[in-house]
Every structure is written in structure tokens, then in C-alpha cells.
């Protein structure tokens, strides 16, 4: 999933744990493959260099297209943060720090990807793997007109629950 979608479920998430900011944090964390197990869209990343046979030899090309790559991220990234920031303080009135911590949480499983791809290290091999194994019914990887409405009605779905409920 995109990472405005992990921020905005990650600080879902975080909320169920108002008063424990670490707890928060791993809820976030733990939301990000719940979320990515469900089929569903991501954008293309240009300079990604994918390995057909081993997809731990997967890796992201530090070239122009990077750069590319980098805004897209870059943007993804602060319209999740604002966002969650946004809509949980101003219609749930929830803790900003908590929210914070929540959508860092959900988002960060994907740097740890970054990381794996630049660094191949064996301690992080294991949550590659998981990660990659996670989400390996995606389905609509090609179809953003499907996959795209289904990522923003899930957001409007948990945002409506958290309004609801905390
Ligand atoms: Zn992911």
C-alpha cells in the first residue's frame, strides 16, 4: 500500500493505545502488514531493479530516476503525516504525539526495505522476506482505477471507525 495509507491506518492503529507511546509505535508497525496482506495498489518505482529469480537480490538504483522516485516518496510521505495529523486531531481530537508516532510506525517497514535492498544485511533478511511473502497476492499492481478507489474507501472506512469510536 501506499504510505499515506500506512500513516493514516498506522495512526489508527496507535490510537488504541492512547496512553503508551512505544505500544503505539509497534501498533503502527504491526498495522503495516496486516494492511499489505490485503490485495491491493501500489505506484511504480522507476529505479527499481527487480531480480525475476530472487527477490531478495531486488534493489532501488541510485540514478536520475531515483530522483523521480524520491518526490513521489517525499510526497506520499508528508501527505500521510499531514493527513493523519489533520483528521484525527481535528475530527477525533487525538493526541498529536500519539498520531505522530502511530503513522511513523505504519510507514517505517518500507525504509527497512530501502535498507535491506542497500545494504543486503542478514539481520533485516528475515523481515524482507515476511514483507515480501505478505503481500505476494497483489493484485491490482497494474490496475490503479480499481485498486486505487479501494485504498481510498478502506482510508475513509478506519477514519470513519476511529471518529466513531475514540
Ligand atoms: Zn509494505
Aim: no cysteine; aromatic share 14%; glycine share 6%.
Amino acid at each position: 500500500m501506499i504510505l499515506t495509507t500506512h500513516a493514516i491506518i498506522g495512526a489508527a492503529a496507535a490510537q488504541i493505545f492512547p496512553t503508551r507511546p512505544i505500544t503505539a509505535f509497534f501498533a503502527g508497525f504491526l498495522s503495516h502488514f496486516l494492511i499489505d496482506s490485503i490485495p491491493h495498489w501500489d505506484y511504480k518505482l522507476l529505479s527499481m531493479k527487480e531480480d525475476k529469480n530472487n527477490y531478495l537480490n531486488d534493489d532501488m538504483i541510485l540514478n536520475d530516476k531515483f530522483l523521480i522516485d524520491l518526490i513521489k516518496i517525499g510526497t506520499d510521505f508528508w501527505l500521510g503525516i499531514i493527513l493523519s495529523l489533520f483528521l484525527y486531531t481535528k475530527l477525533a481530537g487525538s493526541d498529536p504525539t500519539i498520531i505522530l508516532l502511530g503513522a511513523l510506525g505504519g510507514i517505517s517497514p518500507d525504509p527497512l526495505q530501502f535498507l535491506y535492498w542497500k545494504t543486503k544485511s542478514r539481520f533485516l533478511a528475515p523481515l524482507q522476506r515476511f514483507h515480501h511473502y505478505i503481500q505476494d497476492g497483489m493484485h491490482f499492481r497494474n490496475r490503479p482505477f480499481i485498486g486505487m478507489p479501494l485504498q481510498i474507501l478502506l482510508n475513509i472506512i478506519v477514519v470513519s471507525l476511529v471518529i466513531k469510536f475514540f
